[in-house]
């Protein structure tokens, strides 16, 4: 067996780690058969020093990472295979994979979609607007891109709109978006989060829009959603083609 390791991010904020390993655990719920580890970048601990170190002291020779990343970044396409370029010179005998990023996979849309339900948003209402909020890169190309999930998102539904808003770095903010909702006829707000889990940003999210429309419904972010367990086992399904002397197959 190959062990999956999980890569999420880090945060100061401790909600975000255990929403993470709550999500880790779900996944290893749904597949006991396989041997899922959970390591940060930064912030919490196991680091993916430590995972790795690890994994090869108990004498495996592969492994696969999947980073539990929405964009494909500086962290994705920078700091996460400089850690993963190290640890192979530590361990040569041990031949690491990197997945792709989580992304803009429409599954994890539909978690999303979910979540706002859950929220007590209604498809088929008409006074619903939706403000879908990510981080927000510098990278100009990268918001485009996350700004289609609008459309995804609205898709099959009544709602007056579903506009897209940045945490960070890029416009609209939350405030701009909720704007353009309420333009569109929207009467009742609601902030999906476009993240994994909650923290400092998502806190930032929630005071802003309440600030710009009281009332204003803040979604959960997607947490141990099955959408997102499916979506991390495709992506290690995959990355196991790319191991050494390994046929892609399902996992």
């Known amino acids: 067996m190959v062990p999956l390791i999980a890569v999420a991010h880090g945060s100061r904020d401790p909600r975000s780690a255990r929403v993470i390993a709550a999500a880790v655990a779900t996944l290893r719920e749904a597949r006991p058969d396989l041997d899922v580890r959970l390591a940060f970048l930064d912030l919490n601990a196991p680091s993916i020093d430590q995972v790795l170190d690890g994994v090869a002291a108990e004498g495996y020779t592969q492994a696969a990472v999947v980073p539990m990343l929405l964009?494909?970044?500086?962290?994705?396409?920078?700091?996460?295979?400089?850690?993963?370029a190290a640890a192979a010179l530590r361990h040569p005998q041990l031949a690491v994979t990197q997945a792709d990023v989580l992304g803009r996979d429409v599954r994890l849309a539909e978690a999303v979609r979910?979540?706002?339900?859950?929220?007590?948003?209604?498809?088929?209402?008409?006074s619903v607007g939706v403000a879908l909020a990510a981080v927000g890169s510098s990278d100009a190309d990268a918001n485009a891109a996350t700004a289609e999930l609008a459309?995804?998102?609205?898709?099959?539904?009544?709602?007056?709109?579903?506009?897209?808003?940045?945490?960070?770095s890029a416009e609209p903010t939350v405030?701009?978006?909720?704007?353009?909702?309420?333009?569109?006829?929207a009467e009742r707000i609601v902030v999906a989060p476009w993240f994994l889990a909650p923290g400092l940003l998502t806190d930032r999210l929630s005071t802003e829009a309440t600030a710009a429309f009281h009332g204003t419904v803040f979604a959960d972010t997607i947490g141990a959603h099955?959408?997102?367990?499916?979506?991390?086992?495709?992506?290690?399904?995959?990355a196991l083609g790319t191991l050494p002397g390994r046929l892609v197959r399902s996992a």
């Open 175 to 185: 405030a701009q978006a909720i704007s353009a909702l309420e333009h569109d006829g």
């Open 226 to 238: 099955t959408l997102l367990v499916e979506t991390m086992i495709d992506r290690y399904t995959t």
């Open 151 to 168: 459309a995804v998102l609205r898709a099959g539904t009544n709602w007056s709109g579903v506009h897209i808003c940045f945490a960070t």
């Open 114 to 126: 979910e979540r706002i339900l859950e929220a007590g948003a209604h498809p088929d209402d008409p």
């Open 71 to 84: 964009g494909n970044a500086f962290h994705a396409r920078v700091d996460l295979p400089g850690l993963l």
